[in-house]
């Protein structure tokens, strides 16, 4: 598989994750986004765990574990802090800033140099994005900023573990991605039945939005990221992060009838500028395939 397409499928995770928004406010329940955090991760965990048959070994249940706490445990609930406490454009904007993070991280600890090509593609991505989702009106709540960085500095150590850890031996995206969703799903239902509850009523709608969630918005998309991240410099999906908040931004202007502004125009333009230079400045030749650990990970059933 070459790197475009890689690049590509790899884009097809935030770009599923840009339409959480719109489903979330046209299609659930309102008061329970910790509610659809845990059907998008837990169900969809437990399914691709049922596909692919295996279950960690080894240091990979405390791993699992982590990435799981780090990339949806951890994640979904200091996201849902800062949309509650931040007009969506803000906690967006603050999102932006990924890539700076993985950036900064992928220096750290796995000692990859930065150039200022990537670094300037990460500026100008979170600028752009800035200009897309910030509106005049926009309110700063320093518990709410705190939230959003937290959360996107989580999933930044969590794209950086990933890549450090690799993917053991004969254990394919699927059940990589099934662990993951399963461990931040079990560690997500605590917390929503103490903070949220089930929902009173769920209508068909409902339960559409939520096997959208469930199955593009989790077990795909997720199974699509973790493995673009094993085989891509770790610069590039932070940078393709940025398509989910320019995904709903354009979802919200065509399906909601909310309005684009020149700006936002600009705004647009700068971040897929950025989206494709960094894709380009961060090649390091080809693509090689994950790291992997020399045991394969026991089938949850004799193979037939």
Partial sequence: MNRLTIVLLTAL????????????????????????GLLRSLPAGLLAVAISRRLPHGAWWWKAFALGALNI?????????????????????????QPLIVLALGALVLQER????????????????????????????????LAALG??????????????????????PIAYAG????SGGLLLLPVTLLVEGVPAAIDGGAILGYLWLGTAGGIVAYTLWFRGI???????????????????????????GEAFTPIQAIGFAITLAALVSGQFFARRGRVTPPAAEPAAAPALVAPR
Avoid: C, N
Avoid at 179 to 182: D, F, N, P, V
Avoid at 230 to 256: F, H, K, R
């Fill in 13 to 36: 995770a935030p770009i599923a994750w840009g339409t959480t928004y719109l489903v979330t406010t046209e299609l659930l329940p309102a008061g329970h986004p910790l509610f659809a």
């Fill in 73 to 97: 445990g951890a994640f979904f609930p200091l996201l849902f802090l800062a949309a509650e406490r931040l007009p969506g454009g803000v906690a967006a904007a603050v999102a932006g800033a």
């Fill in 114 to 145: 930065i150039r200022a090509t990537t670094a300037a593609a990460a500026v100008a991505g979170a600028g752009g994005v800035a200009l897309v989702v910030l509106g005049p009106a926009a309110e700063l709540d320093l518990w709410g900023i």
């Fill in 151 to 172: 959360g996107v500095s989580a999933t930044g150590v969590g794209i950086i573990l990933t890549k450090r850890w690799g993917r053991p031996s004969g254990v394919g």
């Fill in 179 to 182: 662990w993951q969703l399963t």
């Fill in 230 to 256: 094993q085989q891509l410099p770790v610069i590039a999906p932070g940078l393709l992060a940025l398509l989910s908040p320019i995904v709903a931004t354009v979802l919200g202007t065509l399906v909601a």
